[in-house]
């Protein structure tokens, strides 16, 4: 990473913390009263706001494809390719009709100022290198879709850093379909250009595809074998469309 040309990013990021801030107290609340219908409410508010206006303050342009394909409501869990750290901003900025949060490496939680908000929004953490604890993470997650709660998931695992995705892990779909809800597809072209290309946050041009619903409920042990499979082609599959338009 460069240090010095990492400054003016650092310095917008930490300036779009405004546009979080206002609704910490109302997701506390929330919270603590366990009213999770208006907990999701001013998740979402918070994290489509904040998205949005981090990809303008770095003058990034996001066109969005298929949005009719997303739900109304939630719970579903989302799953992408994983192109760079950018991938938050754009989530946030473009799936803007329910909450969701992210299944995420543990080291995020640890980021100042910004660590605390990725767990206010309910995101489960990951640590790599002890499976006993990401089991206990992914049972988090699943007791977070039951009550309504949304997530992100990236099967890759880890960011490609680049234009082509890593190898999906096979048990991502877990999360889905345990609790039995929809897998929304999403493919998403351009985001490692706003850091991972140049080693410094910048504006870039940025796709995102979202694909139909799978629904998970009721699925054969055959399908649901097949199910792996088949999100990572449909992922896939749908960057190259994006990346075959540029």
């Not at 508010?45 to 003058?59: A, C």
């Not at 999906?168 to 929304?184: D, E, Q, R, Y």
Request: with cysteine; charged share 30%; hydrophobic share 40%.
């Amino acid at each position: 990473m460069k240090i010095f040309a990492n400054i003016p990013g650092a310095i917008k990021l930490i300036n779009c913390l405004k546009y979080l801030v206002s609704y910490k107290k109302a997701i506390d609340e929330a919270r603590a009263a366990e009213n999770f219908e208006e907990e999701r409410k001013y998740i979402l508010k918070s994290t489509s706001y904040w998205g949005h206006k981090v990809m303008e303050m770095f003058g990034s342009e996001l066109t969005v494809h298929g949005f009719e394909n997303l739900p109304e409501k939630g719970p579903v869990v989302i799953m992408g390719n994983h192109q760079g750290y950018a991938d938050i901003f754009v989530y946030c900025a473009a799936l803007t009709k329910f909450q969701f949060a992210f299944v995420a490496k543990e080291e995020l939680s640890k980021i100042p100022l910004y660590g605390k908000w990725i767990k206010r929004i309910r995101s489960v953490f990951i640590e790599r290198e002890d499976p006993r604890a990401s089991l206990k993470a992914i049972k988090q997650g699943i007791e977070y879709i039951e009550d309504g709660f949304s997530l992100v998931i990236f099967p890759e695992g880890t960011r490609s850093k680049g234009p082509d995705p890593g190898p999906f892990m096979k048990g991502s779909t877990k999360l889905a379909t345990k609790p039995g809800v929809p897998i929304v597809p999403v493919s998403l072209n351009g985001s490692y250009k706003m850091f991972e290309e140049e080693g410094y946050l910048k504006g870039a041009e940025i796709d995102i595809m979202i694909h139909e619903p799978i629904e998970t409920e009721g699925l054969t042990r055959q399908e649901e074998k097949e199910l792996p499979d088949k999100v990572e082609k449909i992922i896939v599959d749908g960057l190259r469309k994006l990346q075959a338009k540029k």
